[in-house]
T-cell receptor
Framework: SQTIHQWPATLVQPVGSPLSLECTVE??????LYWYRQAAGRGLQLLFY??????ISSEVPQNLSASRPQDRQFILSSKKLLLSDSGFYLC???????????FGDGTRLSIL | GENVEQHPSTLSVQEGDSAVIKCTYS??????FPWYKQELGKRPQLIID?????GEKKDQRIAVTLNKTAKHFSLHITETQPEDSAVYFC??????FGSGTKLNVKP
């Protein structure tokens, strides 16, 4: 069966520090991969979307970036975190467009 | 891109009553409409979905209806139970989500 792993579960970082969140999927090949941010009490905002290795689409301009170095690995990064980057970050995968998305457990990021 | 609006933002019902959550979308090309349930501090999980070639789909106490002409779809939960309390999200298209509805089922 397919599983998705996301880590760390929680992270506290100072303003201006770098960020690296990792997500891996097991049990499937060539999945669509997604990074979302969820502010407290709000909906899911798509940050990045990938249909294959090295193929990244960004929905919202920001100081974050994403990379897909391997088929089932998706990384969210920042060189310098802002206070506004605080939130709950979720990674997800799907078989293809217009199919159910399966979410990781999320990373709660607090910026001090 | 797609724009998905969801109402209400909060909904409180008595155990055993029905709950209805409504969503509208803007892109007539969208043809996949999932609903996710997110319990506090946990990951969203798919509870039901519907495609544009179907007007209604039911799974036990949960049903979803779709009106493609009006571009709206709804989630119906009957005989609500306290464990139904959670935030529910609709979605349309590839990755456009509504803002969520916090459902509280009072025992």
């Amino acid at each position: 069966s397919q599983t998705i792993h996301q880590w760390p579960a929680t992270l506290v970082q100072p303003v201006g520090s770098p960020l690296s969140l990792e997500c891996t999927v097991e049990g499937t090949s060539n999945p669509n991969l997604y990074w979302y941010r969820q502010a407290a009490g709000r909906g899911l905002q798509l940050l990045f979307y990938s249909v294959g290795i090295g193929q990244i689409s960004s929905e919202v301009p920001q100081n974050l970036s994403a990379s897909r170095p391997q088929d089932r690995q998706f990384i969210l990064s920042s060189k310098k975190l802002l206070l506004s980057d605080s939130g709950f970050y979720l990674c997800a995968w799907s078989v293809q467009d217009d199919q159910p998305q399966h979410f990781g457990d999320g990373t709660r990021l607090s910026i001090l | 891109g797609e724009n998905v609006e969801q109402h209400p933002s909060t909904l409180s019902v008595q155990e055993g009553d029905s709950a209805v959550i409504k969503c509208t979308y803007s892109d007539s090309a969208s043809n996949y409409f999932p609903w996710y349930k997110q319990e506090l501090g946990k990951r969203p999980q798919l509870i039901i979905d519907i495609r544009s070639n179907v007007g209604e789909k039911k799974d036990q106490r949960i049903a979803v209806t779709l009106n493609k002409t009006a571009k709206h779809f709804s989630l119906h939960i009957t005989e609500t139970q306290p464990e139904d309390s959670a935030v529910y999200f609709c979605a349309a298209g590839k990755f456009y989500f509504g803002s969520g509805t916090k459902l509280n089922v009072k025992p």
